[in-house]
């Protein structure tokens, strides 16, 4: 799986959006961006994937660079419960569950 | 809806001493996997299996074995406990369809001593 980067921490204001950056500048043409989000200490909870085009649905955003190499999450007014700790992972669709986690980006909403 | 549910939910053991951790999920999903979770850090593949009878490592496997014996549960043994292994231990399935997903159990929290 190729390797991501994602800044360490982030804050954001709840209300406004949040976009997490992710560089995957050597991701193959059949791998697919995934987000997770881990809150606390639960097990981490799927976001959204996408290939190439950019994809929505009722948690968030996913915008990726017609070249592919990297992509942002966005997560359109961002409340309290949206801090978390976000993984942007790559990954082979086929490879099932077989998930390769970075140190992913820490996300505080303030007040 | 249950989805993975993962036992014990807290556990201390002592250097030596071995245990099973459980998994078990009601979706139906042939992909399961256990990782565990140091303090400040992503999670690590520790063993994976892609149906039932089929197993194989992930990243750490060392002191750990597993079995899938049926479709539904996925256990995790330690051999031998040792404090290394003092960590927070994730359980995840996913079908093999066009959305997949990993869904994850809530872990094991596991304190060797």
């Known amino acids: 799986d190729a390797k991501t980067t994602q800044p360490p921490s982030m804050d954001c204001a709840e209300g406004r959006a949040a976009n997490l950056p992710c560089n995957h500048s050597?991701?193959?043409?059949?791998?697919?961006v995934y987000w997770y989000r881990q809150i606390h200490s639960q097990g981490p909870q799927y976001i959204i994937h996408?290939?190439?085009n950019n994809e929505t649905n009722e948690m968030a955003s996913l915008i990726i660079t017609e070249d592919r190499k990297s992509s942002t999450l966005i997560l359109p007014h961002a409340t309290l419960r949206d801090t978390a700790v976000y993984y942007c992972?790559?990954?082979?669709?086929?490879?099932?569950?077989?998930?390769?986690f970075g140190g992913g980006t820490r996300v505080l909403v303030k007040p | 809806n249950a989805g993975v549910t993962q036992t014990p939910k807290f556990q201390v053991l002592k250097t030596g001493q071995s245990m099973t951790l459980q998994c078990a999920q009601d979706?139906?999903?042939?992909?399961m996997s256990w990782y565990r979770q140091d303090p400040g850090m992503g999670l690590r593949l520790i063993h994976y299996?892609?149906?039932?009878?089929?197993?194989d490592q992930g990243e750490v496997p060392n002191g750990y074995n597993v079995s899938r014996s049926t479709t539904e549960d996925f256990p995790l043994r330690l051999l031998s406990a040792a404090p290394s292994q003092t960590s927070v231990y994730f359980c995840?399935?996913?079908?093999?369809?066009?959305?997949?997903?990993?869904?994850f159990g809530q872990g094991t929290r596991l304190t060797v001593v």
């Open positions: 996408g290939l190439k």
């Open positions: 979706m139906n999903h042939e992909y």
């Open positions: 050597t991701i193959s043409g059949n791998e697919y």
């Open positions: 299996s892609v149906g039932a009878g089929i197993t």
């Open positions: 992972i790559v990954r082979v669709k086929a490879a099932g569950n077989k998930l390769t």
């Open positions: 995840a399935s996913s079908g093999t369809g066009a959305d997949t997903e990993a869904f």
